[in-house]
Structures are given as structure tokens and as C-alpha cells.
């Protein structure tokens, strides 16, 4: 039963970084020339599974390992993929806390549910264990693919402040998971922390996400305003033209007038 529970935790572990960057190249999208593709996507997610084993090897490899993991997502997007340095930052935050906080969730739910403390649960990988880790990677290829329409938007018309912005507001619900995690998984916590924790980070998320929808919808509201602007500018032209078009066939009517007169 341990090898199978190995077996398990290898695949739904090695599923991970593959979604990570996947979901990464979708939002950015490869830069013209760059060969080797599919060689370059399958080498990165095996160096980022292997770095995942040390996780709950050592105190703090869980924030240690995931700062690698974004920092390494960093460079690839740097080196091979396109948009700004500000908008590859955000996109890589941003993949890292949707894995994390979808993990987080369904750990702490699973938790809840089987009457056990986070920390009980981390340390028995047992099958709950791995079906939680199952259930958490099907969350995130769902959140993922229920983000991208949004996030393709904002890398396409969002300008430098409200790329910065998204940053900020991405850091801080990252550091505020973070914190609430290491609360949580402390030993003899009790359900009622974990409860209260969690409706203080879902509430951290809500106002977030609501801030970000906001300046997308403030984006488009903007972009048909100056759509309309550009409608009514080309109509202004266009009776421009039209009445300097009637005044010279009336210039022309009088010249053939005088003309035949003379």
C-alpha cells in the first residue's frame, strides 16, 4: 500500500509543474525563433518535479521550494516568452499563489472533514492524502483555465500602472497565504483557527480578485469610449469632406455659369 501511495504522490507531483507552465506559456506565449519547444517545456518541469522532492524534507522547504519554483518559472518566461518583464512577474506570482491557495483549500478542507489538524494530515500520507493532492490539481487546472480569458485581457491592455498595481495586490495575498499557512500547520492548532484563518484569506482573495475585475472592467468601459471618440471624429471628418465637396461643385456650377456667359 506505501508503494502505490508513492506511485501516486509521483504522478500527481510530476502533473504539477506541467500545468504551472503550461498555463504560463498560454498567458505569455513563446517568442519568435525559440527552437526546441517541446524540449525546453518538458525540461523545465522535470527540473521543477525534481526540486518539488525536497519539500517537508527540511524546516521552511515548502516557502523555500515554491520561491525556487517562481523563480525559475521567472526565468524561463524571461528567456523564452514574450510580454514585458512586469507582466511575466505578475503571470508567474499569479500561478504560483492559484497553486498554492487551491492546494491550501482542499487540504484544509479535507482536514476539516476527517477531523484531523493540518499538520496531522502533512505528516500521515496516507490515501486521503494523496486523493486530497488528486482532488487539489484538478481545482487548479479548472481555476487556471477559468483565469486565462481574464489574464489574456490584461496582458494585451492593461498599462504599466495597473500591471504594477496587480503586482502589489498578487505579493500581498501571496505573503498573506503564506503566514496563514504556516499558522495553520502548526501543531495543536484547533478547527475554529483554521476555519477563522481561512475565511480571513478567502476574504483577501474576494477583495483582490474584486479590485482586478474592476480595473478590467474600467478597461474595457475605456477602450469603447475611445472607440466612440474615433466613430465620431471620422463622422466629423466625413461631413467635413462632404461639405467641402459641395462647395466646390457649387464653386464649379458658378465657374461653367460665368464661363458660358462669357
Given at each position: 500500500?506505501?508503494?502505490?501511495?508513492?506511485?501516486?504522490?509521483?504522478?500527481?507531483?510530476?502533473?504539477?509543474?506541467?500545468?504551472a507552465?503550461?498555463f504560463?506559456?498560454?498567458c505569455?506565449?513563446?517568442?519568435?525563433?525559440?527552437?526546441?519547444?517541446?524540449?525546453?517545456?518538458?525540461?523545465?518541469?522535470?527540473?521543477?518535479?525534481?526540486?518539488?522532492?525536497?519539500?517537508?524534507?527540511?524546516?521552511?522547504?515548502?516557502?523555500?521550494?515554491?520561491?525556487f519554483?517562481?523563480?525559475?518559472?521567472?526565468?524561463?518566461?524571461?528567456?523564452?516568452?514574450?510580454?514585458?518583464?512586469?507582466?511575466?512577474?505578475?503571470?508567474?506570482?499569479?500561478?504560483?499563489?492559484?497553486?498554492?491557495?487551491?492546494?491550501?483549500?482542499?487540504?484544509q478542507?479535507?482536514?476539516?472533514?476527517?477531523?484531523?489538524?493540518?499538520?496531522?494530515?502533512?505528516?500521515?500520507?496516507?490515501?486521503?492524502?494523496?486523493?486530497?493532492?488528486?482532488?487539489s490539481?484538478?481545482?487548479?487546472?479548472?481555476?487556471?483555465?477559468?483565469?486565462?480569458?481574464?489574464?489574456?485581457?490584461?496582458?494585451?491592455?492593461?498599462?504599466?500602472?495597473?500591471?504594477?498595481?496587480?503586482?502589489?495586490?498578487?505579493?500581498f495575498?501571496?505573503?498573506?497565504?503564506?503566514c496563514?499557512?504556516?499558522?495553520?500547520?502548526?501543531?495543536?492548532?484547533?478547527?475554529?483557527?483554521?476555519?477563522?484563518?481561512?475565511?480571513?484569506?478567502?476574504?483577501?482573495?474576494?477583495?483582490?480578485?474584486y479590485?482586478?475585475?474592476?480595473?478590467?472592467?474600467?478597461?474595457?468601459?475605456?477602450?469603447?469610449?475611445?472607440?466612440?471618440?474615433?466613430?465620431?471624429?471620422?463622422?466629423?471628418?466625413?461631413?467635413?469632406?462632404?461639405?467641402?465637396?459641395?462647395?466646390?461643385?457649387?464653386?464649379?456650377?458658378?465657374?461653367?455659369?460665368?464661363?458660358?456667359n462669357?
Amino acid at each position: 500500500m506505501e508503494i502505490i501511495n508513492f506511485l501516486i504522490g509521483q504522478l500527481v507531483g510530476l502533473v504539477e509543474p506541467f500545468l504551472a507552465i503550461d498555463f504560463i506559456i498560454k498567458c505569455l506565449g513563446w517568442k519568435e525563433g525559440v527552437r526546441h519547444r517541446k524540449q525546453l517545456y518538458i525540461g523545465v518541469c522535470l527540473i521543477w518535479f525534481i526540486v518539488a522532492q525536497g519539500n517537508g524534507r527540511f524546516a521552511g522547504s515548502y516557502n523555500i521550494i515554491a520561491a525556487f519554483d517562481m523563480c525559475l518559472a521567472y526565468l524561463f518566461s524571461y528567456l523564452y516568452l514574450k510580454k514585458t518583464a512586469g507582466m511575466k512577474l505578475m503571470i508567474c506570482i499569479l500561478e504560483q499563489i492559484i497553486s498554492t491557495i487551491c492546494t491550501l483549500s482542499v487540504m484544509q478542507l479535507t482536514a476539516y472533514i476527517i477531523n484531523t489538524s493540518v499538520f496531522d494530515f502533512l505528516e500521515n500520507e496516507g490515501m486521503i492524502f494523496q486523493t486530497g493532492a488528486i482532488v487539489s490539481k484538478i481545482v487548479v487546472w479548472l481555476v487556471y483555465k477559468g483565469v486565462y480569458t481574464y489574464l489574456d485581457y490584461m496582458t494585451i491592455h492593461f498599462p504599466k500602472e495597473q500591471i504594477v498595481l496587480t503586482n502589489v495586490m498578487i505579493g500581498f495575498t501571496t505573503v498573506s497565504e503564506g503566514c496563514i499557512f504556516l499558522a495553520v500547520s502548526q501543531k495543536g492548532v484547533s478547527h475554529y483557527i483554521v476555519v477563522l484563518l481561512m475565511i480571513v484569506f478567502l476574504g483577501i482573495i474576494a477583495l483582490c480578485g474584486y479590485v482586478i475585475y474592476m480595473m478590467i472592467t474600467i478597461s474595457k468601459k475605456n477602450e469603447k469610449m475611445q472607440l466612440y471618440q474615433l466613430i465620431e471624429l471620422k463622422s466629423q471628418e466625413q461631413e467635413r469632406q462632404l461639405e467641402e465637396w459641395k462647395h466646390s461643385e457649387e464653386s464649379m456650377r458658378k465657374f461653367r455659369h460665368d464661363y458660358k456667359n462669357h
